[in-house]
């Protein structure tokens, strides 16, 4: 017998969504690192989106990025890498707490460019999201934006990341 409501089917939706690209709606995500599949590293799943996308130049992007755990229990470190270029940098989220550092190219973004080191104080299985804005480069052409969990210098957590194109 169906489902009178449509949730089932909307719950699928969301289901195959998030399983197709981990970033549904606007960007598109990479493929993250992580045995377990998708986005997984140990239990830990991050996504990441980015809107407006397109994004007009000198206009405000937030990127919002959320972090689920099976695990629970504990409380989640994230670097964000921002793409080059991005300023009035502005980040937060219930329980999130970031710092900024400025990095040379690494795996994720070329160039010189700022990462936002972040803590969570919430431990549960999952998180509020982190939203971070940045006022859009000057200079037309495509951001990219990437998350990983764990903290800096740590190679093994899930990661993502989404493009804007700015114009």
Do not use: Q
Request: glycine share 14%.
């Amino acid at each position: 017998m169906g489902d009178p409501s449509g949730r089932r089917g909307l719950l699928l939706a969301v289901v195959v969504c998030v399983a197709a690209s981990w970033a549904c709606g606007t960007g598109s995500a990479s493929s993250p690192n992580g045995p377990d599949g998708p986005g997984a590293a140990g239990g830990a799943v991050v996504a990441m989106n980015a809107a407006p996308n397109p994004v007009a130049v000198g206009a405000t992007l937030t990127y919002t990025v959320t972090v689920s755990d099976e695990r629970g229990g504990t409380a989640p470190a994230m670097l964000v890498h921002l793409p080059t270029g991005a300023a009035d940098i502005d980040a937060s989220g219930p329980g999130w707490s970031c710092s900024p550092t400025t990095s040379s190219t690494d795996a994720f973004v070329t160039g010189s460019h700022t990462d936002l080191s972040c803590a969570s104080a919430v431990a549960s299985m999952v998180v509020p999201p982190l939203t971070v804005t940045i006022k859009a480069p000057a200079i037309p052409g495509m951001l990219r934006a990437c998350a990983e969990t764990g903290r800096r210098g740590a190679s093994n957590g899930a990661s993502t990341c989404v493009d804007a194109s700015v114009g």
